[in-house]
């Protein structure tokens, strides 16, 4: 469950709490800043990874077995294998946008084309016809709904309301 708002968040923890109590516990003793979307501190563009040790030592299985130079060497070689597979995509996308934000987008205008958008002052707007109306600030990188302001990747408001500023392009709103 995503939660942008931490309004959200404490509705849907407190139904863990009663469901249950220990977990609700647990999770609490972690620090809800490391693992909640509404909670962090900084941005995340979108991404709740699990934990990188954790996803290095599954594909280093294998090489774990080698002596240390041999392991070294074997991480070398994966993990420049893996920036050169990442800056081939890169240098291949027609935008500055990963091609899983260009689909985010892609779904999200379609949406933002059918919002009514009225503007507050330069760069603040009322955007109506999704679930509720909110308020968006292009400037700011926000809007009341909180997924623009933690992701930092436009939502549906967002680029509605950029669509009736003349001057703005998606890619001036990241
Ligand atoms: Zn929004």
Request: hydrophobic share 40%; aromatic share 8%; with cysteine.
């Amino acid at each position: 469950m995503r939660a942008y708002r931490v309004s959200e968040f404490t509705t849907i923890f407190n139904d863990i709490r009663i469901q249950k109590p220990e977990l609700a516990t647990y999770l609490e003793k972690i620090d809800v800043r490391l693992w909640s979307r509404a909670n962090f501190p900084g941005n995340r563009y979108g991404i709740m990874t699990s934990n990188i040790a954790e996803s290095m030592n599954n594909v280093l299985l294998n090489a774990r077995e080698y002596p240390i130079a041999c392991l070294l060497d074997e991480l070398r070689k994966l993990i420049s294998k893996w920036f050169m597979r990442r800056r081939e995509r890169a240098m291949s996308q027609p935008t500055l946008f990963t091609p899983k934000v260009e689909k985010t987008l892609k779904k999200r205008t379609v949406i933002a084309n059918t919002l009514y958008v009225q503007h507050i002052d330069a760069h603040r707007s009322h955007v109506n016809g999704g679930e509720l109306a909110c308020v968006v600030d292009l400037q700011q990188m926000r809007c009341t709904f909180c997924v623009y302001n933690i992701d930092k990747i436009p939502c549906e408001h967002a680029l509605a309301a950029a669509m009736k500023h003349p001057n703005l392009s998606e890619e001036t709103l990241i």
